[in-house]
T-cell receptor, first 112, second 113 residues
Framework: ELKVEQNPLFLSMQEGKNYTIYCNYS?????LYWYRQDPGKSLESLFV?????AVKQEGRLMASLDTKARLSTLHITAAVHDLSATYFC????????????FGKGTHLIIQP | DSGVTQTPKHLITATGQRVTLRCSPR?????VYWYQQSLDQGLQFLIQYYNGEERAKGNILERFSAQQFPDLHSELNLSSLELGDSALYFC????????????FGPGTRLTVT
C-alpha cells in the first residue's frame, strides 16, 4: 500500500526567501503529483512528474523526482505572498486506477 | 475552472439522513473519481468509475455508494449520515482509463448536524 509523507506540514516564511517541501513515498509510484489548494477551494494541478530525474518548473516553483530515493521536492524561489496556500503531493501506484494517495499537505504562509 | 462541475456547493443535513452529490465530468472524460477531504483523514480516494463501470475502490464506507450514468455524470450517495461524514467531497475526471491527469471539481461541502 502506497503511503505518502510530506514535511514540513506547516511552514511560515518571509517573502524573498527560498524553501523546499519534501515528499517521501513508501513503495513504487508510477507518477508523482503536486497540487495547490487555497482555503475552501478545489485542488489545482501544479506538476505531474512521470519518471526518475524529472524536473518541472513554473514561475517560482520547481518540482523534481528521484524514484530511487522515493523522494520528490517542491522548491520555492524568492517566495511571494501569492504563493501562500496548502501544497499536496500525491502518488499513483495503480497506473491510473486506485485513485491518488495524498500526503497530509504543507500549509505555507508567506509573510511580507 | 477545470470544467468539472459539482452540485450542490453546500449541503447541511442531520444525522441519519441520506444525501446525493452530483458530478459532471469534463466534456469527453470517461473516468470519474470521488475523494473525501476532512480534517481527521485528510484527502482520501473513495471510488473510481470508468465509462459506467466501477473500476477501483478506496476507503469508501459501506454506507456510501456511487454510480456513473450513460451520460457519464456520476452521483455519490451517502446514507445513515454521521457527524464524522462532514467533509468536502471532490469529484475529479480524466479522459481515459489510465490517463494520469485528474481534473478536480469545486467540491461539495457537507455538514452533518
Amino acid at each position: 500500500e502506497l503511503k505518502v509523507e510530506q514535511n514540513p506540514l506547516f511552514l511560515s516564511m518571509q517573502e524573498g526567501k527560498n524553501y523546499t517541501i519534501y515528499c517521501n513515498y513508501s513503495t513504487t509510484s508510477d507518477r508523482l503529483y503536486w497540487y495547490r489548494q487555497d482555503p475552501g477551494k478545489s485542488l489545482e494541478s501544479l506538476f505531474v512528474l512521470l519518471s526518475n530525474g524529472a524536473v518541472k518548473q513554473e514561475g517560482r516553483l520547481m518540482a523534481s523526482l528521484d524514484t530511487k530515493a522515493r523522494l520528490s521536492t517542491l522548491h520555492i524561489t524568492a517566495a511571494v505572498h501569492d504563493l501562500s496556500a496548502t501544497y499536496f503531493c500525491a502518488g499513483d501506484s495503480g497506473g491510473g486506477a486506485d485513485g491518488l494517495t495524498f500526503g497530509k499537505g504543507t500549509h505555507l504562509i508567506i509573510q511580507p | 475552472d477545470s470544467g468539472v462541475t459539482q452540485t450542490p456547493k453546500h449541503l447541511i443535513t442531520a444525522t441519519g439522513q441520506r444525501v446525493t452529490l452530483r458530478c459532471s465530468p469534463r466534456s469527453g472524460d470517461l473516468s470519474v473519481y470521488w475523494y473525501q477531504q476532512s480534517l481527521d483523514q485528510g484527502l482520501q480516494f473513495l471510488i473510481q468509475y470508468y465509462n459506467g463501470e466501477e473500476r477501483a475502490k478506496g476507503n469508501i464506507l459501506e454506507r456510501f455508494s456511487a454510480q456513473q450514468f450513460p451520460d457519464l455524470h456520476s452521483e455519490l450517495n451517502l446514507s445513515s449520515l454521521e457527524l464524522g461524514d462532514s467533509a468536502l467531497y471532490f469529484c475529479a475526471s480524466s479522459p481515459w482509463r489510465d490517463s494520469y491527469e485528474q481534473y478536480f471539481g469545486p467540491g461539495t461541502r457537507l455538514t452533518v448536524t
